[in-house]
């Protein structure tokens, strides 16, 4: 009587020494299942870095390098510079370096005529399509200082480079003016002629804000 060998079992295969049928353990439709469930891993990863990336690139394009530009007179470097510049608004920073050892710039706070003439304040000022949004700030403590003649005592700050903030924010895209002042002076060497008002051009876009060279 010819023995005929009972179906396969889809999880089962034929051994050929045998004829008896060996349990592979893994049927089809959970190794269709298992693929199915890395691929969709795998496009879930893919997605997940494309947001990140992209996400990235919005932080990059919402926040701009900074604006930089620097011009020298009457004994002092004065360099500009606009920092954090987002959503229209930013720090303005300039940095007060007198040419020679020994010089001091005087207070923010100093009257614009100084004090009985003698001195004139540091300032930080914008006009046009940039206002400023707060109070300037200073890095450096105020010290007094008594000049012969004058009645009281002037602010100045200590010898060296002064920095100051200022936050501002674009009102509309235009030509706008950051403005400076400032007087260098040493107790030796006098001091330098006042400079006030000086104009430094910016423009502001919608694409950002830029010193206008020309």
């Not at 959970?30 to 932080?59: F, I, K, M, N």
């Not at 914008?126 to 109070?135: L, N, P, R, W």
């Not at 007087?183 to 910016?202: F, M």
Request: glycine content about 10%; overall charge neutral.
């Amino acid at each position: 009587m010819t023995r005929h060998a009972p179906p396969a079992h889809p999880n089962t295969r034929v051994d050929l020494n045998t004829g008896s049928h060996l349990n592979t353990g893994v049927h089809p439709s959970t190794r269709v299942r298992r693929t199915a469930r890395v691929r969709l891993a795998w496009a879930a990863a893919a997605v997940l870095a494309a947001t990140s990336l992209t996400g990235c690139g919005q932080e990059a394009q919402a926040q701009r390098p900074a604006a930089v530009t620097e011009f020298n007179e009457n004994g002092v470097t004065v360099r500009l510079s606009v920092t954090d510049w987002k959503a229209s608004a930013g720090t303005l920073v300039a940095t007060f370096t007198p040419d020679d050892a020994g010089f001091h710039l005087y207070s923010t706070a100093l009257p614009a005529d100084g004090i009985d003439g003698v001195g004139r304040p540091t300032e930080l000022r914008t006009s046009g399509t940039v206002a400023a949004a707060g109070e300037p700030t200073v890095d450096a403590p105020v010290r007094t200082i008594e000049v012969p003649g004058v009645r009281g005592a002037v602010p100045v700050y200590p010898d060296g480079p002064v920095t100051v903030t200022l936050p501002i924010r674009a009102t509309a895209p235009g030509r706008a003016n950051v403005l400076v002042g400032y007087a260098s002076c040493s107790s030796t060497e006098g001091c330098t002629i006042p400079v006030a008002d000086r104009a430094v051009p910016l423009l502001t876009s919608e694409d950002g804000l830029s010193f206008d060279a020309g």
